[in-house]
């Protein structure tokens, strides 16, 4: 089971407490006692900034999901009414065998939409325009949109493996930190003195879990045993 970050943070903060209570009889020359306030600084700022570009990024993927969505749906109905509209034109129809609107992807859907806006672009003018609100100008401008979005959510999914992979590495670097610190401060004060003690007392496994009260036995039914 992962180490959780609480785990990591108390232990680190227990640590620091630690320390700063034996800096008169014996100082850990892994890291400078400041240094435990420092990093723990650190490591909360990292998991604000990560929890940050996480509800980013849950706004962002909501939006590029639907406007996904919309665009695959202009797509759809913009090819059935233009393969409709020459139907009977073979040289045209021949044109827009090479569009589809298949993909179910992000990047598939934006693929999709720039396949059929440039066979759009090269016929009649008379095509420009299929409905009031389906028109090559404003599928464009729904495809450049759309794009936008999608680019958008790449780099705040980029910015997010960056976060937490500088958020996990300082964890990682602060627990190894707590486990050096305390294999030697063990090796130096014995278990059965006061600072033995009060360093053992440092959490190093996540607690257990309080047990379930137990149910109360149910009374016996009238007439039964006891």
């Not at 992962?2 to 640590?15: D, F, K, N, Q, Y």
């Not at 306030?37 to 939006?63: P, Y």
């Not at 090559?136 to 949109?145: I, M």
Request: charged letters at 25%.
């Amino acid at each position: 089971m992962p180490v959780s970050a609480g785990l990591i943070t108390g232990r680190a903060e227990a640590t620091n407490a630690v320390q700063q209570h034996l800096a008169e009889t014996w100082v850990w020359e892994g890291k400078p006692a400041a240094q435990w306030a420092t990093d723990l600084t650190s490591v909360r700022s990292k998991e604000a900034q990560l929890r940050g570009l996480e509800a980013d990024l849950n706004q962002a993927r909501t939006s590029t999901d639907a406007a996904s969505a919309e665009l695959h749906e202009r797509n759809v109905q913009a090819l059935a009414m233009l393969r409709a509209k020459y139907r009977r034109d073979p040289d045209t129809v021949g044109l827009l065998k090479g569009p589809d609107a298949v993909g179910d992807g992000r990047r598939e859907i934006l693929s999709d939409c720039a396949d059929l806006e440039t066979v759009w672009g090269r016929l009649p003018e008379n095509a420009a325009t299929l409905t009031p609100t389906l028109s090559r100008s404003s599928f464009a401008a729904a495809r450049a949109a759309g794009q936008a979005k999608v680019e958008a959510l790449e780099g705040l999914l980029a910015a997010g493996r960056k976060a937490r992979k500088e958020y996990h590495d300082t964890l990682a670097e602060l627990w190894e930190d707590c486990v050096d610190f305390y294999a030697a401060a063990c090796a130096r004060f014995p278990e059965d003195t006061p600072e033995g003690r009060m360093i053992r007392g440092i959490p190093t496994t996540p607690s257990a879990p309080s047990p379930a009260p137990s149910e109360p036995a149910a009374a016996p039914a009238a007439g039964q045993p006891t």
